[in-house]
């Protein structure tokens, strides 16, 4: 069993940063894939980034391409989410979520943390 648990949101103003971070406890952690969501109220979850497990490769949403940027420090069992240049727009609650690579679906998820940018 693989938790996640997620931190460092908060409320920024427009033009800001953040750094989010997703603990990940329990079974293998370095050959996954992690992921970064986002949902506001009334909408579908929407994928942020993610870094694929097997050879370190990122991607990202368009909407975030060139702001944002996904690493992760296997040491620590942690991926992180910098966002830079924070938009109103981005006012989101952020999850984190994790996949093996035997799998194409993320099967463990974190709670969430709200990121609130104001304008």
């Known amino acids: 069993q693989v938790q996640l648990v997620e931190s460092g949101g908060g409320l920024v103003q427009a033009g800001g940063s953040l750094r989010l971070s997703c603990a990940a406890s329990?079974?293998?952690?370095?050959?996954?894939?992690m992921g970064w969501f986002r949902q506001t109220p009334g909408k579908e979850r929407e994928f942020v980034a993610r870094l694929r497990g097997s050879d370190g490769n990122t991607y990202y949403a368009d909407s975030v391409k060139g702001r944002f940027t996904i690493s992760r420090d296997n040491a620590k069992n942690t991926v992180f989410l910098q966002m830079n240049s924070l938009k109103p727009e981005d006012t989101a609650v952020y999850y984190c979520a994790g996949r093996p690579p035997s799998r194409n679906e993320y099967n463990y998820w974190g709670r969430g943390t709200q990121v609130t940018v104001s304008s």
């Open positions: 329990g079974r293998i952690f370095s050959g996954y894939t």
